[in-house]
């Protein structure tokens, strides 16, 4: 691998060319923070696509776009005299260092559990009123209801046992069925959101990303599909015109693949 003089000198390249961009390039020089949020997170979403993928190579790309957009805001702030890329990098070393006692100071923890209940427990020192005040308010549901969970476990509220959590999901399951039964889509709604929170946390208990979970699951599916789509048009049969039991000879098939 490259050298951390190596690594310097390649950081110090982007930074020039960030420089050169800016000055040089109309779509660039145009640019703000509010033009490239979208931006940022679309490249995060293909960063996250490429590591499910286990895709290192486009890992490796994808982290480059990233890492683009932090030197692009880190510029735009400087313009404005609000901060730099030095500082970028300064602030969160100090945040690093100070999240993290049992390193560079004399706090003692056993294992992993005892590092993030300190984390959390240092946040509130540091001046925020909630634990949940670190959980981005524009985060997708399922990842928003994950970082929920594991915000309130770092500072001891949460189960004892998977155990209880399952009888937890069991109970909330009854409760959702029961207003199917009843038909009240309101409280059915609130039932099933009751349904997937359980399941997030148990899925949490065992050590289970959720969002990963479910990404993979999506990209199963559409494989398959699209493979029963593939093998429809060979026929030059529409999907729409084939009935269920040849489909499933067809999913069947892309199942074993």
């Not at 990098?89 to 559990?113: A, M, S």
Request: aromatic share 8%; proline share 3%; hydrophobic share 35%.
């Amino acid at each position: 691998m490259n050298s951390r003089q190596a690594q310097l000198k390649a950081f110090d390249r982007l930074l020039t060319i960030m420089d050169e961009l800016r000055e040089q390039c109309p779509w660039d020089k145009k640019q703000t923070m509010e033009t490239l949020r979208h931006l940022t997170i679309e490249e995060t979403y293909e960063l996250g696509n490429a590591i499910l993928d286990n895709d290192l190579e486009e890992v490796k790309k994808e982290l480059g776009d990233v890492l683009l957009h932090i030197v692009f805001y880190a510029k735009i702030g400087s313009e404005t005299q609000d901060f730099d890329i030095a500082d970028v990098c300064n602030t969160i070393c100090e945040k690093l260092i100070n999240r993290h006692p049992h390193i560079y100071g004399d706090v003692k923890v056993e294992n992993e559990d005892d590092v993030k209940r300190n984390w959390e427990n240092l946040k509130l020192k540091e001046g925020k009123k909630s634990v949940l005040e670190g959980v981005p308010r524009s985060l997708p549901a399922l990842v928003k209801a994950n970082r929920i969970q594991e915000k309130v476990a770092g500072v001891g509220f949460d189960w004892e046992k998977p155990e209880q959590v399952w009888e937890k999901l069991q109970e909330e399951l009854s409760e959702f069925r029961h207003e199917v039964k009843v038909g009240n889509e309101e409280a059915m709604e609130s039932e099933f959101g009751d349904v997937m929170f359980s399941m997030v946390n148990y899925a949490r208990f065992l050590n289970i990303n959720p969002e990963n979970a479910l990404e993979r699951t999506n990209k199963k599916f559409s494989k398959r599909f699209q493979y029963l789509e593939s093998k429809a048009k060979s026929l030059n049969k529409p999907l729409k015109e084939m009935t269920l039991a040849e489909m499933d000879v067809f999913w069947e098939e892309a199942k074993r693949l």
